[in-house]
């Protein structure tokens, strides 16, 4: 049994009210249905918790495969896209998704409408999120006309049967994606659909986030350490005293920073004490009861603060990820008895996601004082997690080994 202790740096450089050194050991890892009982109580923040646990495991999939490569997820858009299909299963299908998805834990008999109530709640507009998840469907399908009722029903949004002439499809796609992304995800797909595309479900989620306080410098080209040897140079925010929320975990060896955005939102900075390669330490404990103890331990604390500036964008087809979570027998025989009673298959599950943050905010700081204060600067491989406070919903997870290397928006 692993216990987590996040022990709270309050050192000599830090505001004299925390001039002790405090240590809280955070709960044990006991059996996770019954932590969760405990610690999210509401449908909402039920449905939010398994949607990062859900998220999280996506995630380590992509991260173990390749320790060096940029990850870059949004739970929410997959998890819809899973649930709309998982209308279409067989129960016993459906029993396989829901285990992916952690509704197993839920006992929720109300999920889809949990779902799609918390889907509206994060995709307020003064959050700056924004997501999109539909399921299209091979023209050569006869489509139950059920399944597509019942899915915008519960969804609002209805399921659409493609024509069956690529560059005609594919322009309907990516039009669709681009309108309800407020225009930020372009070209969704970027190649023409395969022949046999079958049941096609996408998830795309686009985040323009706005600091509560405005960094004074941003934009200056700074060095970022890839490795021991290898710098590149990004863009980069700074401030000298900005205002967090602070913790050191000793034991996963890292810095942990929450910075305030707008719509009640807030970026969680996961910085490892040393320049690494191999971040796997710090995400084998990424889970939805780590963060919520994490933003419960935190303290508030002025730091100089400096982050790259974030634009990327990120594709993936998540499907074999899926395959790796347990979801082989799902692939390659889904009982998709309430869409068609043909044999259809899901071949991909596509996903795209941007994120645009730079030194914006609503407020400047009034940065008066002079001081030493303790340094938080983002310039090493890090993890950071973009999570919407009311209900707890990691919105994004990102993994930023070298922020060179993300497609550029
Ligand atoms: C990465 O770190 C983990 C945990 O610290 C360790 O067990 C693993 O062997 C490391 N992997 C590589 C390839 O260095």
């Known amino acids: 049994m692993k216990v987590l202790a996040l022990v709270l740096f309050l050192g000599a450089v830090l505001s004299p009210a925390f001039a002790q050194t405090e240590e809280f050991p955070v709960e044990e890892e006991g059996s ?55 209308l279409g299963c067989s129960p016993s299908t459906e029993k396989q998704l ?51 009722n019942t899915v915008e ?24 994606v681009r309108q309800q992304t407020g225009g930020k995800i372009d070209r969704f797909l970027s190649a023409n659909l395969p022949r046999n595309i079958g049941v096609l479900p996408l998830g795309a989620a686009y985040f323009k986030g706005q600091w509560v306080n405005r960094f004074s410098q941003g934009g200056r080209p700074q060095n970022f350490k890839v490795d021991d ?48 390669q191999n971040l796997t330490q710090i995400e084998e404990s990424l889970n939805a009861e780590f963060i919520h103890d ?46 068609t009673s043909q044999q259809a298959k899901v071949n991909s599950l596509h996903h795209k996601v941007a994120l645009e943050v730079t030194e914006e905010g609503a407020q400047p700081l009034s940065n008066m004082a002079r001081g030493l204060y303790m340094a938080f600067h983002v310039d090493r491989p890090f993890i950071f997690v973009v999570r919407e406070e009311t209900s707890g919903t990691t919105l994004f997870i990102g993994r930023v080994m070298n922020p060179s290397k993300f497609q550029s928006l």
């Open 32 to 86: 996770p249905a019954e932590e969760e009982e405990e610690l999210f109580k509401t449908p909402a923040a039920k449905m939010a918790a398994a949607a990062t646990n859900f998220g999280f495991n996506l995630y380590r999939q992509l991260a173990y495969k390749d320790l060096s490569s940029n990850v870059f997820l949004s739970p929410p858009s997959v998890a819809a896209a899973l649930s709309q299909l998982s």
């Open 153 to 176: 029903k519960e969804y609002g949004v209805r399921p659409k049967v493609l024509v069956g002439n690529p560059r005609v499809d594919l322009k309907d796609v990516n039009d669709w």
């Open 229 to 276: 040897l290898r710098s590149v140079s990004v863009p980069m925010m700074s401030e000298e005293r900005y205002p967090v929320k602070l913790g050191i975990e000793s034991n996963l060896r890292c810095k942990i920073a929450q910075v305030p955005m707008q719509g009640d939102v807030s970026m969680l900075l996961f910085l490892p004490d040393e320049v690494s």
């Open 98 to 148: 829901y285990k992916v998805l952690q509704y197993h834990l839920l006992q929720e008999p109300e999920l889809h409408t949990t779902l799609k109530n918390l889907l509206s709640a994060i995709s307020d507009p003064g959050k700056g999120f924004k997501t999109a998840a539909r399921i299209y469907l091979e023209r050569k399908l006869r489509v139950k006309l059920d399944y597509l």
């Open 294 to 339: 994490i933003v419960t331990l935190l303290q508030p604390v002025d730091v100089s603060l400096t982050l790259p500036a974030l634009k990327l964008s990120y594709t993936t087809n998540l499907l074999p990820t899926l395959a790796d979570l347990g979801l082989q027998q799902f692939i390659s025989t889904p009982e998709l008895v309430k869409i």
